[in-house]
């Protein structure tokens, strides 16, 4: 007997392959996940830090340090390679979804939820960490939500 194998195309990253679509989600989780891809793409890092000081006003540069260390601790601790999408891409991947998943959830002081999809992303202990540095973090992003344009889902975005 014998097996005839193509050869396969490039997988995509683990955690990087669409898991959905921006519009699919809430204003906190769209918010979260604009901000994951703003932080780690560097020629939109000063766009983030200008919106966080235009929704929070006073308030943004503390924002500021708690994403920072949020995002320091979630990349050096991470299972793996953090995989995010273009900041101008609608369409979103694994580890955006559990990072945007975990944000919603920690604003809301949702701890056991939250721990939950920081352990998909981060290694053991750490996961508490962010989880910490995340709920410090939840009141701004619930204020950034608020004042931010989102898009919203159609009726039919949630049957592909």
Do not use: K, Y
């Not at 989780?29 to 235009?54: H, K, P, Y």
């Not at 101008?88 to 056991?112: K, N, P, S, V, Y």
């Not at 992003?141 to 919203?152: E, G, S």
């Amino acid at each position: 007997m014998r097996f005839d194998f193509q050869r396969p195309e490039p997988a995509t990253p683990r955690g990087g392959a669409p898991v959905g679509h921006l519009r699919e989600l809430g204003a906190v989780e769209q918010a979260a996940v604009l901000c994951l891809r703003g932080w780690c793409d560097s020629n939109t890092r000063e766009d983030i830090e200008a919106g966080f000081r235009l929704a929070l006003g006073p308030a943004a540069e503390e924002a500021l340090a708690d994403f920072d260390a949020l995002m320091a601790t979630a990349t050096r601790c991470a299972r793996r390679p953090l995989m995010r999408h273009d900041i101008t891409c609608r369409c979103i991947g694994g580890d955006e979804c559990a990072f945007a998943h975990l944000m919603a959830a920690a604003a809301q002081q949702d701890t056991e939820e939250a721990t939950l999809f920081a352990c998909a992303l981060v290694r053991g202990p750490a996961a508490f960490e962010v989880v910490r540095l995340a709920g410090a973090f939840g009141p701004a992003l619930l204020r950034m939500a608020r004042t931010a344009p989102i898009d919203q889902p159609s009726p039919s975005a949630f049957t592909h």
